[in-house]
């Protein structure tokens, strides 16, 4: 492009000025950030235009292993969309970075030629990934990982499978590590030094990673010094080590740190030695360029962490907008973002002679803890598997408060440090000094929440958009919801829907979508995925997550018994005298001699005092004592009978009339198709008890009209019914459609199910869930889409093939080769491919 032209075309173009000419060179976290913090305090003072040299808006960089993990999207971990610059009137030039300064006539020059003037010039430049100079470090297959263009080339490596080998075990090379393990690929870490994050851990800490990611499968070699990546036809194949291992490898991705990008300020003339030379006020050499983030150098330091360019960039815009405070540097805090790993680490833990060590450790639990104690202040602390308690040790870090009343209960946390007084975790909020750092992430304090609170941010998402508080990985929404309720009051925070229990701030909806998006597989992952406030979980919300599991990932999932109601563990009912009820099904309420007999044998044999015939035509055998239970269920078993679920969150009875075989009203064979539909449908794991029952003739002796699922048969065919309750507060069904064959209306029986199980919440009936959804939203739901009943009606039955191979013949104390062959006989339907 023609320099002169390009000038001419901007001079003649360009927006008016609000002010002086602000010309920002990067648009990464740091210079956006300053600009943010300069509009805040004067929306006028300059016109502003930042340079990228990414073709894409600003995002937030220390949320690429999420993305790369398949967490997040980039979406989700954009910081500022266009709508920021158009609203703020500020001009973004990306895709066409800044190549050169001249500081002589005041300008910028692009990579494109273009020229733009400036008043003030900002550098925030960031830094640049450190490539150790071996052979091969230019073969295709070895990448960086440092932008979101890293990101994407790494996970078209991954779709191709195979090995990984990560050189570097920092907090960026395990990060990477762990995104590219769960996109399939095998992975090597390879770390120089013999502790991972050696800067942040101690020898201890180190372990305990190091143990937790090779149970994840990663392979984890330390004091390991890479030689030579070696290539095959011009691609990477493996990496060869100065002891002469070779580790294959189809991609490496170099972590081995960073280094200020400093380039353009030394061509430029400005003074440069680590980082760009910058004072209190983030002024460089020349007055009329500042420097930001990680490619400045402050009182001899360089900072890769945010929180201390966030200070920068305060300092930064009070200088520029004439009340300067001055930035005196930052004591730092990590946290490694890898699920289900807690672990933090601030300040000096090298230790000495003149320090003291209090370490905690819990094998049990994985948890070590240690805090570095000098001259009665903490200078260090190291915490892994229990973090709860980083933001207060952090706190008194930087602070420099003198700990000694608290020294003998420090270990123990701010709980015990207080005497009990912080034990609720609002009170260990509310105990926070105002610049307590909340959010590390976006770099706000306790009093910025609350602010915001204070200015109408009444819920948790308010607060995340208006402070971005919480707004990135997660991990501090339970302070931020503990500031609302300081603040508010409990009753007047926005709380929105009600969350599934005190464990977590999610509701079931987020829960179950979560599990799916995030391809969560089992209860702990699910806990450390989702931030649970709880090491275990609680009785209200271990069954759900089973029960959603259960649902999502059939055959995938090992249904976890623990989790699960005690009557369902056992398949009996508990009296109130200590003793067990057990219902073993009848098919449609029919049975035989065979049956009645097995029933017969058991109640004297187990001396039950009691069989009654129960509401849903069913025989209850009372007073059965609990270790007689599995010796019941297995003579049961060989008489073919199984469970009649009446203790489950599952189908509990089909109940039907005699129909058309022997009534002079019936219409259709409901007894038959009663029991097919038992049969279909028996063993359904769902969220609460399901009742169905088919009426021969529009009479309705079998109450079809409020149960869970009901069928009235008429001349022309079937009405199927939905949303019934006969239970304290009585719901008539909704009529949902009508049909003309016994097949068509088997398929929306199990479509519906199907789409209660997949939707519902845990412990919602049908009817109050259909009252919520809406019969129309329901009716859409099925039938808007011809395929759409056959295709939920499929994956029932391709999930019954599982949930029904419920493991009877373990409750008969062995396999049970009769029971098998009637269980193949019974559900037919369930056995067909999906």
Request: proline share 3%; hydrophobic share 40%.
């Amino acid at each position: 492009m023609n320099v002169t032209v390009a000038q001419d075309r901007i001079e003649a173009t360009g927006a008016p000025s609000r002010g002086r000419k602000l010309v920002v060179i990067g648009n990464g976290m740091a210079g956006c950030r300053a600009v943010e913090e300069i509009l805040a305090r004067d929306g006028t003072r300059f016109d502003v235009t930042i340079f990228g040299a990414e073709p894409r808006v600003n995002y937030n960089r220390i949320m690429l292993s999420p993305v790369l993990a398949g967490e997040k999207t980039f979406e989700e971990i954009v910081i500022n969309g266009q709508d920021w610059y158009d609203d703020n009137e500020i001009q973004l030039i990306s895709g066409d970075p800044v190549v050169g300064i001249d500081r002589a006539q005041k300008h910028v020059v692009t990579r494109s030629g273009r020229i733009e003037n400036y008043d003030t010039l900002l550098i925030a430049t960031g830094s640049d990934p450190f490539i150790i100079p071996v052979p091969g470090k230019d073969l295709d297959g070895v990448f960086t990982f440092r932008d979101l263009d890293d990101v994407d080339k790494m996970l078209a490596a991954a779709e191709m499978g195979g090995s990984a080998v990560v050189i570097g075990g920092g907090l960026l090379g395990l990060e990477a590590a762990h995104g590219l393990s769960l996109r399939g690929m095998d992975v090597t870490v390879i770390h120089l030094m013999p502790t991972l994050m050696e800067r942040q851990l101690d020898e201890a800490a180190g372990y305990l990673l190091k143990a937790e990611l090779e149970s994840r499968g990663q392979t984890i070699l330390t004091s390991a010094n890479t030689k030579e990546i070696v290539g095959k036809d011009g691609k990477v194949s493996a990496v060869l080590l100065e002891d002469g291992t070779e580790v294959p490898a189809d991609i490496v991705v170099m972590a081995a740190g960073i280094r200020p990008s400093t380039g353009l300020a030394k061509e430029a003339g400005l003074d440069v030695e680590r980082g760009i030379l910058v004072d209190d006020h983030m002024v460089t050499s020349d007055p009329d360029v500042l420097a930001v983030g990680e490619c400045v150098q402050h009182r001899g330091l360089c900072y890769g962490l945010v929180a201390p360019l966030w200070e920068m960039c305060r300092s930064l815009a009070d200088y520029a907008t004439d009340s300067p405070t001055g930035y005196g540097g930052s004591v730092t805090s990590t946290k490694l973002k890898v699920s289900g790993i807690d672990l933090f680490s601030a300040g000096d833990f090298s230790g000495g002679d003149d320090a003291e060590d209090i370490v905690l450790r819990d094998a049990s639990r994985g948890v070590y803890k240690r805090v570095v104690v000098k001259d009665n202040r903490i200078v260090g602390a190291v915490l892994y598997g229990d973090t709860a308690d980083g933001n207060w040790y952090f706190d008194l870090l930087r602070k420099q408060e003198d700990v000694s009343d608290i020294r003998e209960a420090l270990i123990f946390g701010q709980a015990f440090a207080s005497g009990g007084a912080a034990l609720d975790p609002s009170a260990a909020v509310a105990s926070l000094s105002e610049d307590a750092e909340i959010c590390g992430c976006n770099g706000v304090s306790k009093g910025q929440v609350v602010a915001c609170i204070d200015g109408g941010a009444h819920s948790l998402d308010a607060v995340r958009s208006t402070c971005k508080a919480s707004a990135s990985c997660g991990s501090c929404t339970g302070l931020v919801e503990s500031l609302l309720a300081l603040t508010l009051g409990a009753d007047a925070v926005d709380s929105g829907p009600k969350t599934m229990c005190k464990c977590t701030s999610f509701t079931h909806d987020d829960v179950r979508g979560l599990i799916v998006e995030k391809e969560l597989k089992v209860i702990p992952q699910v806990m450390q995925e989702l931030h649970w406030t709880t090491p275990d979980g609680c009785s209200s919300c271990r069954p759900a997550l089973n029960y959603y599991l259960l649902c999502a990932w059939p055959g995938e999932y090992v249904d976890d018994e623990k989790s699960r109601f005690v009557n369902e563990r056992l398949h009996a009912n508990i009296q109130k005298d200590g003793t067990y009820s057990v219902v073993p099904r009848m098919w449609g309420g029919v049975t035989s001699p065979k049956e009645l007999r097995a029933i017969a044998d058991v109640v004297e044999k187990y001396e039950a005092r009691m069989v009654k015939v129960t509401g849903g035509q069913r025989l209850d055998i009372f007073g059965i004592r609990k270790e007689d239970l599995p010796h019941v269920w297995g003579d049961l078993n060989a008489a073919g009978m199984v469970s009649g679920h009446a203790y489950g969150k599952a189908l509990r009875t089909v109940k039907t009339c005699v129909g058309s075989e022997w009534c002079r009203f019936g219409t259709q064979d409901s007894t038959g198709l009663g029991i097919q539909i038992e049969k279909m449908t028996w063993g359904s794991y769902m969220p609460h008890k399901f009742k169905i029952a088919v009426s021969g003739c529009p009479r309705n002796c079998a109450e079809a009209t409020i149960k869970d699922f009901g069928v009235v048969c008429v001349d022309s065919g079937y009405e199927l019914h939905v949303g019934g309750n006969g239970g304290i507060h009585v719901r008539a069904t909704d009529l949902l459609c009508k049909v003309e064959t016994e097949k068509e209306a088997m398929d929306v029986c199990a479509g519906f199910i199907q789409l209660y199980r997949e939707d519902a919440r845990y412990l919602e009936r049908t009817a109050p869930w259909v009252e919520r959804k809406g019969l129309d939203w329901l009716k859409a739901a099925l039938f808007e889409d011809p395929q759409t009943v056959k295709t939920l009606a499929a994956r029932f039955r391709y999930s019954q093939k599982f949930w029904q191979d419920d493991p009877w013949e373990k409750r008969a104390g062995g396999h049970n080769e009769k029971l098998h062959q009637h269980l193949a006989e019974v559900r037919p339907l369930a056995l067909e491919k999906a």
